[in-house]
């Protein structure tokens, strides 16, 4: 879906996020969340995780732990492209934010 490269993880090669968030987290990566639809999300929200990448854009991604219909997995946050695609909404600064 997305190759980023993780500062300070997987010798900063790029891989792709889903397999990363298996290995980092031992979680199921289930896709993303739409920032336009954060609030639908919060009644199944437990925990979001800042993580620092190098690669599409340097900067930091949100990462949402949520558990919805009886599983917990890990989706990240997107925001809409000029097209029908989507890209990952990359933060310039991790203020206030917790490093997973």
Same mark, same amino acid.
Request: aromatic content about 12%; hydrophobic content about 35%.
């Given at each position: 879906?997305?190759?980023? #490269? @993780?500062?300070g #993880?997987?010798?900063?090669?790029?891989?792709?996020?889903?397999?990363? @968030?298996n290995l980092?987290?031992?979680? #199921?990566? &289930? *896709? &993303? @969340?739409q920032?336009?639809? @954060?609030?639908w999300? #919060?009644p199944?929200?437990?925990?979001s995780?800042?993580l620092?990448?190098?690669?599409?854009?340097?900067?930091?991604?949100q990462?949402?732990?949520?558990?919805?219909?009886?599983?917990p &997995?890990?989706?990240?946050?997107?925001v809409?492209? &000029?097209?029908?695609?989507?890209?990952?909404?990359?933060?310039?600064?991790?203020?206030?934010?917790?490093? *997973?």
């Amino acid at each position: 879906m997305y190759r980023v #490269k @993780i500062k300070g #993880k997987f010798k900063e090669r790029p891989i792709n996020l889903g397999r990363a @968030i298996n290995l980092m987290f031992k979680q #199921k990566f &289930s *896709g &993303s @969340i739409q920032q336009e639809h @954060i609030t639908w999300w #919060k009644p199944y929200w437990i925990k979001s995780v800042n993580l620092e990448i190098l690669e599409p854009k340097e900067g930091w991604i949100q990462l949402v732990k949520v558990f919805r219909e009886g599983k917990p &997995s890990v989706r990240v946050v997107t925001v809409p492209t &000029s097209s029908d695609k989507r890209e990952l909404l990359v933060l310039k600064n991790n203020y206030g934010g917790n490093n *997973g």
